[in-house]
């Protein structure tokens, strides 16, 4: 007979457990309703059944509140907690029922009830926290972290917990404090320090003000050297290159570190295009450790800062080109020509092909890198995209395509690879081939990396949108050739042929794009007064345009560094803020705003 009963219920109950859910499903959606008495009803039915309460006792307790029924409520919170006796959480419901009827000496007296019991199970304490800031009670939360840290006599018990709660309450210089104090404490904890500033701190005053604070800390006590941590973190988050210069090379002293860190911080500002404060980094390592293991390579790099410095100041200087490439030569007479010099002659060859256009001897000095680079395979891959950029200004884009493949299919699913693709594409678009771009294209628009995938969409959009009512691509076609140019350092004969375009397509979608390329290459020539118009006149016929932020960006760089109007560019770059808030430039721009305003030096 038994058996018999305990197969009848195991047949039954998968059709209990439907009942259930279907009932939990009813209640739920007459509460989201707000249509309280009916979701009563369901929820005192499901209650009813075995372990279920788990299921809908949060929103069966709030469905009480909202019909005042206070003595079902309490029953329901003490119930509970009588069978839940580990955690605060339902005490804290307690609490949150009698503050809802306006009991605040109850609700006080229960607060104090549950620190008791907590001093008793500390390990309970957590849980009670995190519950009440659920039901949005921090201030409970507070004095629940209060009370834990004086029963257990620790100054910063909860730390994070309480910088949270601050945070939440409005009080972001007791968050502050809160977190440095723990960082103080045990440096072991400064990662999740960090952590939780990011999470709190979002408006630049913000970061402002905990700059301010560490700064007038760090005046009072030299010695405490997590102050110079977090200061270095704020000006790695704000890009402020030089500042966390001044914070690494104290860090560097104190740890011994042989400027390891420091030429980390040098590599991501030189990332960042700030070459003079990566320079700086790179001359500080060279002249403390001569004999240290980043010697060679600070040598190496700071030439390339220097270069890159150059080649971003317009017009270009062979001069200047002729004596970077002697002090390259000096570098290599003095650590030789060996694996470890290969980007010194890679970088070189460059220099060669680019600006003082001696190809062939570019050539040489490239494979001479390959030759040293010992199999490196990104070397090699590298350098080889570089003779097929090469035999592109030579006008032998047969050999180039062949380099681009051969780096393409030996590094099929390789940044590498995917970056000899995109050469690829962009040399059909060159010759006006743009099925097979936009065949490439499409293919790299899912690349892993976003630099790749953002520079294949964005060519992607410049010939769809310049090929649907113009299925030749006529107008495409001309302005692909200004690019091939540009690409060749060609700079008369690209700027005869964009006034040519401009002249003969003047409606033609393709104007935004050459209006952009016109001002850049102005500013390149050394013509930067000159390029104001072109952006103007790209702003006024292209309002609601693909390169309206590069155009407004790229003006305010002009006010700023060329015509030195600061007003002017103050005023540029406050706009650009208001009309493009998502840009990729819009971190460039605030901070290149804020300086001009006066709020921080670089």
């Known amino acids: 007979m038994k058996k018999f009963l305990f197969g009848v219920l195991f047949l039954f109950l998968p059709a209990l457990a439907y009942a259930q859910q279907k009932d939990v499903s009813l209640a739920e959606e007459y509460y989201s309703q707000n249509e309280f008495e009916k979701a009563r ?38 119930r509970q907690s009588k069978e839940n006796p580990e955690t605060m959480i339902y005490r804290l419901d307690y609490a949150w029922v009698m503050e809802q009827q306006n009991q605040p000496a109850l609700v006080d007296k229960e607060i104090v009830a549950i620190n008791d019991e907590l001093r008793k199970r500390p390990e309970a304490t957590l849980d009670a926290i995190e519950h009440a800031v659920r039901i949005d009670h921090v201030d409970w939360a507070e004095k629940i972290i209060l009370a834990s840290r004086k029963n257990q006599k620790e100054k910063t018990l909860w730390a994070l917990e309480l910088a949270q709660v601050y945070a939440l309450q409005g009080k972001q210089d007791l968050a502050i404090e809160e977190l440095i104090t723990f960082a103080v404490k045990d440096k072991d904890h400064l990662d999740g320090v960090k952590s939780a500033l990011q999470d709190n701190l979002s408006k630049p005053e913000e970061f402002d003000k905990l700059e301010q604070n560490l700064l007038t800390k760090l005046e009072k006590d030299q010695d405490q050297i997590v102050y110079n941590e977090l200061l270095l973190w704020i000006y790695l988050q704000q890009k402020r290159f030089t500042r966390a210069f001044v914070q ?26 700030d070459y003079n404060a990566a320079a700086q980094m ?114 032998e884009s047969w050999e180039s395509t062949l380099l681009y493949s051969q780096v393409e299919l030996a590094r099929k699913e390789h940044p590498i690879g995917h970056e000899a693709k995109l050469r690829n594409a962009k040399l059909s678009y060159y010759k006006g081939e743009f099925d097979l771009a936009t065949e490439h294209l499409d293919i790299l628009k899912e690349a892993t990396s976003r630099e790749i995938s953002n520079d294949a969409m964005e060519l992607s959009l410049l010939i769809k949108d310049n090929i649907l009512d113009d299925t030749l691509g006529t107008a495409l076609k001309e302005f ?15 700027m005869i042929s964009l006034d040519t375009l401009l002249k003969r397509y003047p409606k033609e979608n393709v104007v935004e794009k050459a209006l952009l390329t016109k001002a850049r290459l102005l500013v390149r020539v050394g013509k930067a007064q000159d ?6 006149d790209l702003q006024a016929q292209f309002p609601e345009g693909i390169f309206g ?27 650009f803020l208001v009309k493009y808030p998502a840009s990729i430039f819009t971190a460039e721009a605030r901070k290149r705003f804020r300086i001009l305003r006066g709020d921080f030096m670089n």
């Open 282 to 395: 790179y001359e500080y390592v060279i002249k403390t450790y001569p004999a240290g293991l980043n010697y060679g390579y600070a040598r190496n790099m700071f030439l390339k800062c220097k270069e890159d410095a150059i080649k971003n100041t317009y017009p270009v200087d062979k001069a200047e080109i002729e004596n970077l490439i002697k002090q390259y030569k000096q570098l290599l007479g003095e650590l030789g020509r060996t694996p470890k010099t290969k980007e010194a002659i890679r970088n070189m060859a460059l220099l060669y092909a680019f600006y003082l256009d001696k190809k062939d001897t570019a050539v040489v000095l490239l494979n001479e890198a390959i030759e040293l680079s010992q199999g490196s395979a990104d070397f090699m891959s590298v350098a080889k995209m570089d003779l097929g950029d090469i035999y592109l200004l030579k006008d």
């Open 41 to 78: 009803e369901v929820y005192e039915r499901v209650a009813r059944m075995p372990n279920s309460l788990s299921l809908i006792y949060s929103h069966y307790l709030k469905t009480l509140v909202n019909l005042k029924d206070w003595k079902e409520a309490e029953k329901l919170a003490k």
């Open 549 to 575: 932020d590069d155009a407004m960006f790229l003006l305010g760089k002009i006010y700023e560094e060329n015509i030195q109007d600061k007003d002017k560019a103050k005023t540029v770059y406050q706009d």
């Open 248 to 273: 690494a090379r104290a860090l560097d002293k104190r740890y011994q570190e042989e400027g390891n860190q420091i030429v980390n911080i040098a590599q991501i500002a030189q990332r960042n295009n």
């Open 480 to 494: 692909s050739k200004v690019e091939l140019q540009l690409f060749q350092h060609k700079e008369k004969e690209a």
């Open 531 to 536: 390029a104001v118009k072109p952006l103007e």
